[in-house]
């Protein structure tokens, strides 16, 4: 089994910052893209962002481009998402998951991992 973990999430105000980390129970796993999603309640699960294995390629959702950043660091087998200037409407649950491609589409993605919540208050 694979096992994907996230950490970080949290209650936070409006305007305020978390940093998410994922940790890959296997290092292969640094040769996937990583990426980033989020589940609020009722809604279908979206994509948030994305990084190739090397780093050098990132892509965002445009609800949260200019204001999250998604990093990797391969000798930790860990992924990143930095939080900033968090809104209400960013509350839901985000998971970690890997791909074998850079993608948007969630079916795509091989692995994931259990979820982390994040509250936004106003």
């Known amino acids: 089994q694979v096992q994907l973990v996230e950490s970080g999430g949290g209650l936070v105000q409006a305007g305020g910052s978390l940093r998410l980390s994922c940790e890959a129970s296997r290092r292969t796993l640094s040769r996937h893209a990583m990426g980033w999603f989020r589940q609020a309640p009722g809604k279908e699960r979206e994509f948030v962002a994305v990084?190739?294995?090397?780093?050098?390629?990132?892509y965002y959702a445009n609800s949260v481009q200019g204001r999250f950043t998604i990093s990797r660091d391969n000798a930790k087998n860990a992924v990143y998402l930095q939080m900033n200037s968090l809104k209400p409407e960013d509350t839901a649950v985000y998971y970690c998951?890997?791909?074998?491609?850079?993608?948007?589409?969630?079916?795509?993605?091989?692995?994931w991992g259990q979820g982390t919540q994040v509250t936004v208050s106003s």
């Open positions: 990084i190739s294995w090397t780093g050098g390629t990132t």
């Open positions: 998951a890997a791909s074998e491609l850079i993608v948007t589409d969630k079916t795509k993605y091989n692995y």
